[in-house]
């Protein structure tokens, strides 16, 4: 298929990366910032420019990955050209393309990406909306190119993903750095942790995980907490998150919300 | 070298059963619960007793592996056997056990075990506290029978990491049930989130978690932080730790305090 990439952030280039690697040709890349364009232009085998009006109609797909508020204004000029559009972002409603075109559909990829670190993409869960059946037939097929996770969301299930991913992904990575903070003030190696890190991960992989809890806040140990809480007192925001979260561990372990 | 475990819980069972595949003998395991002790003890092929008077003084180490608050009790009645014995207490001082023997020691294993799964024991980092210097040569050369990543740190070090676990593990397991419970109001499946959990515990295996940070706070990208909390309208509890987390992660880009 011959695919236009508008944006060349993260998302785009792991995306091209892997449709480009399942045999797709990416025809042409475009961001305000030329220099961007012509990076993942360079490493796709694409034409690359800075100049909306000279994005080519001559595509199959234009995959709209750029800023949420921007997506707007790209899908309003793209829609002269009656191609079928998907935007890739969690946050935003398909009814933003719908707007301006039926030719329209999403393509998100549940998946945090760094420019710096590779992805093993046919891991990557993809949630498709589509504006109709057969577009999201063809959306379908054409996601399962490049992975074996390919999910129906719609858009308010998609605004869901969304914010359950900065619980289970942003929050998380926050907190492993308020761990390497306390361990640099202590002149501790950050390695010491990086095992646990990785273990706590793996572990929800295949079970909930209010089963694998622990820590003193799911056994109530009050004197470890209160020990905890003194080895803060020059760190009221540490203290502040280590309060509100133990107490919604002790909540939840008495409510028994937790689906065990 | 011949071993007793005083204890039967997911430390103990963990450290046993990576002892004696080290090619150590473990002797005896005490609990105050026998079914516990026994099922331990039938794992490593040693005896098992709920009576502290039967243990017995034919070892080389004591691994004193039993709550918090139970430690000292049983070092005062351990220490007329005089023989080494070692706590395996992130949030313990040495001191409890030097209180009745100078033969003493701690050997901290730094990872979060469960009895349903099985844990690489060279990966994980044990942290060696001694009474002197010879008895530190002498956990050292043990520990590294099991372990690749031995570490020299001291109680107060000990006390931070136990603390910086906290923030790295429970913490973050608990965010991850905290998403699983919206999607599971909103019949979406866990699944959809398990490749991102991972992904982001391996991202800081190699890099720093301020470095690669991502999400509607680091970018201060307030109308989606917005839209989130208006999502979770009828959820309190996970409303104020939305907004103390994102406060938190804003202020930390601001004062760039991470250490990318």
């Known amino acids: 298929m011959r695919l236009t990439f508008i944006g060349s952030g993260n998302v785009a280039t792991h995306m091209a990366a892997a449709f480009k690697n399942a045999g797709h040709r990416i025809v042409q890349v475009y961001s305000p910032n030329l220099h ?4 993942l232009a360079y490493h796709v085998g694409a034409a690359a420019t800075d100049n909306i009006a000279d994005i080519s109609a001559d595509t199959g797909l234009f995959i709209i990955s750029v800023k949420d ?25 398909l009814d933003v393309l ?3 075109t039926d030719k329209a559909g999403v393509l998100y990829p ?19 909306e589509a504006a109709s059946d057969s577009i999201y037939a063809d959306l379908q097929q054409f996601a399962a190119t490049v992975s074996n996770r390919v999910y129906s969301i719609n858009s308010a299930g998609r605004k869901i993903l969304h ?40 572990k929800v992989q295949q079970q909930a995980p209010a089963s694998v809890q ?9 004197s470890t907490m209160a020990a905890h809480l003194q080895l803060l007192h020059d760190e009221p925001q540490m203290q502040a998150i280590y309060t509100l979260l133990s107490q919604a561990i002790i909540k939840n372990n008495i409510d028994g919300r937790g689906d065990k």
């Open 36 to 39: 961007n364009a012509s990076l």
């Open 69 to 93: 508020d921007a997506i707007e204004q790209i899908a309003q000029t793209l829609a002269s050209h009656q191609k079928l559009m998907v935007h890739t972002s969690g946050a935003t409603s």
């Open 98 to 100: 719908l707007k301006y």
């Open 110 to 128: 549940l998946q945090t990406f760094s420019k710096t670190r590779e992805v093993d993409f046919l891991n990557v869960p993809l949630c498709i």
């Open 163 to 202: 914010l359950a991913a900065v619980f289970a992904c942003n929050f998380p990575n926050y907190l492993y750095g308020v761990a390497q903070q306390l361990l640099a003030h202590h002149q501790l190696d950050f390695n010491l942790l990086r095992p646990l890190i990785l273990e706590t991960a793996e």
């Open 214 to 222: 622990t820590g003193p806040a799911v056994r109530n140990d009050q």
